[in-house]
Nanobody
Framework: QVQLVESGGGLVQAGGSLSLSCTAS????????MGWFRRATGKEREFVAA????????NYADSVKGRFTISRDTAKKTIYLQMNSLKPEDAALYYC???????????????WGQGTQVTVSS
């Protein structure tokens, strides 16, 4: 069983930056691909970014490319999502996710975090 704990959400003005982190346990969690999804009010959960277990491969949703960066500290079993140039439409509940392989949809996710709220004021 993999447990994911997110942190770093909050309120930011449009154009600002915010960083999220997600730490996984137990010990074998470092072998999993990890990433982020988000769900805005009244919308479906959507893919944001993912990174493989080595940190060498990443995927991004088109809507965040060039603004968001996902990274990984394998030793700490932690991933980070640096979000720059935030827009009001980025406001959502952000979920950390882990899976045996890289994923682009919720189908490929085996484990979910509880979510951390990101609010962007215009």
């Amino acid at each position: 069983q993999v447990q994911l704990v997110e942190s770093g959400g909050g309120l930011v003005q449009a154009g600002g930056s915010l960083s999220l982190s997600c730490t996984a346990s137990p010990l074998t969690a470092h072998t999993y691909a990890m990433g982020w999804f988000r769900r805005a009010t009244g919308k479906e959960r959507e893919f944001v970014a993912a990174i493989d277990w080595s940190g060498d491969n990443t995927n991004y949703a088109d809507s965040v490319k060039g603004r968001f960066t996902i990274s990984r500290d394998t030793a700490k079993k932690t991933i980070y999502l640096q979000m720059n140039s935030l827009k009001p439409e980025d406001a959502a509940l952000y979920y950390c996710a882990a899976g045996a392989r890289m994923f682009l949809t919720p189908t490929g996710v085996g484990y979910w975090g509880q979510g951390t709220q990101v609010t962007v004021s215009s």
